[in-house]
């Protein structure tokens, strides 16, 4: 505040208000799922949405190269919505939640998850005995162990202008079709660089959602 605003007794300026992003997401808004979807899927899906409304506490920012982006927006209860976009124009949305996070030790401890022949890369990956096929690796033939696709995020919690920190990723999407639901399970696997000696691995189920299965507010 200004002399003359401690003077006169003006208020203080209001926190900027962080813009809409898709779908009209942002930085302190809420979202809640619709839970009745997951409701009628019972256990056929290893994962529950969180309930009620969800204040997104955090927004995550990727550049992926060529017009191409990744928004996630945190939520409250241990989930997170992703949206992805090219040009603008959104591509798909994935609603997440975080099913386990291992930590590992060290760097050495850490690079066994990233190296080749590890687990995130491998073709398929079980977990509470369900089966899940590698999505990403294309021209990788056969069951060969594919390399995880690397990503720097940048991420805003207090102040939508800059980041609160960034980290790495090496990650690997996998996927279950649920017959009885016509739709996939996904499984997203993360070994998160924060630098330095700050490492963990982040398995996180979702699914495909639409903007109908969302109130953002």
Known sequence: MSWLGKLFGSKPEEAAIAPSGPLGLRLKGAVAVDGLPFRVAGDK?????????QLIEAWGEVELG???????????????????????????????????????ANQAAFNGWVERGSQIGAVSLDIDGR????????????????PPVVFDEKVYGEDFRTPDYDLTHYAMLYQRHVPELDRYE????????YGPNEYCVTFSLG???SQADLTIT
């Open 45 to 53: 899906l290893l994962f529950a949405p969180p309930e009620g409304n």
């Open 66 to 104: 060529g017009g191409s982006r990744l928004h996630r927006y945190y939520l409250t209860d241990d989930a997170f919505v992703q949206v992805s976009t090219t040009a603008g124009q959104i591509d798909d949305v994935k609603l997440f939640v975080f099913h386990e996070t291992v930590n590992p």
């Open 131 to 146: 089966r899940y096929d590698r999505v990403w690796g294309e021209g990788i033939a056969g069951d060969a162990w594919a």
């Open 186 to 193: 996904y499984v997203l696997v993360s070994a998160e660089d």
């Open 207 to 209: 699914v495909d959602v």
